[in-house]
């Protein structure tokens, strides 16, 4: 079995500034990695995954990822965020060795973007 | 444009009564669609497998005579929640894996809000 750690609940920033939002996740077998982003009232949408190869992934909007496999960690990264990056962002993984599994999702994180 | 539709968006029903809840593929037929139930500013519960021409694989604690759901088709699974309760309020969210053409990619509905009053 697979679990995610968000460990921010929230996470407030300045516009411009840059961000962090950690990741940390377990599991015994290989996995594919997402983040998704989740604006008030909506569904999900993906920002960026990582299913193999290179460990920095780059995805919409201006985030960025990397996976860590030594510290189990996929941090989500973005150098400088907008006001309308508040939202809540989710990491989630899913067991790497079928296409059939469902995703794990973290907690959560909600980002405040603030001017 | 979305890949996977649901519908409806939202809905509001009457204590003792059923709805469903529709997860389409649009650009691909997915054999395994999954349900998910979001709580309130907390994050996405897994409620079943949704597999075509089988039975769906539930979760530890998912009644399953209380959440019915059906995969006839290769682009089609429907959740029923049968005789809702107001605890049964909750924002659902179904998925479908894309398949190998799509990298694996996972994509989601836009989700239904259920009401039960």
């Known amino acids: 079995a697979q679990s995610v750690t968000q460990l921010d609940s929230q996470v407030p920033v300045f516009e411009e500034a840059p961000v962090e939002l950690r990741c940390n996740y377990s599991?015994?077998?290989?996995?594919?990695l997402f983040w998704y982003v989740q604006y008030p009232n909506q569904g999900l949408q993906l920002l960026l995954k990582y299913l193999s190869g290179s460990t920095l992934v780059k995805g919409i909007n201006g985030f960025e990822a990397e996976f860590n496999k030594s510290q189990t960690s996929f941090h989500l990264r973005k150098p400088s965020v907008h006001i309308s990056d508040t939202a809540e962002y989710f990491c989630a993984v899913s067991a790497g060795d079928t296409g059939r599994r469902a995703l794990t999702f973290g907690s959560g994180t909600r980002l405040q973007v603030q001017p | 444009g979305a890949v996977v539709s649901q519908h409806p968006s939202w809905v509001i029903c009457k204590s003792g009564t059923s709805v469903k809840i529709e997860c389409r593929s649009l650009d691909f037929q997915a054999t395994t669609m999954f349900w998910y139930r979001q709580f309130p500013k907390q994050s996405l519960m897994l409620m079943a497998t949704?597999?075509?021409?089988?039975?769906?694989?539930?979760e530890q604690g998912v009644e399953k005579d209380k959440f019915l759901i059906n995969h006839a088709s290769l682009t089609l699974s429907t959740l029923t929640v049968t005789s809702a309760h107001p605890e049964d309020s909750s924002f659902y969210i179904c998925?479908?894996?894309?398949?190998?053409?799509?990298?694996?990619?996972?994509?989601f509905g836009e989700g239904s809000w259920l009401t039960v009053v």
């Open positions: 949704s597999n075509e021409g089988s039975k769906a694989t539930y």
């Open positions: 599991s015994s077998v290989s996995v594919y």
């Open positions: 998925s479908a894996r894309g398949g190998i053409r799509t990298g694996n990619t996972i994509y």
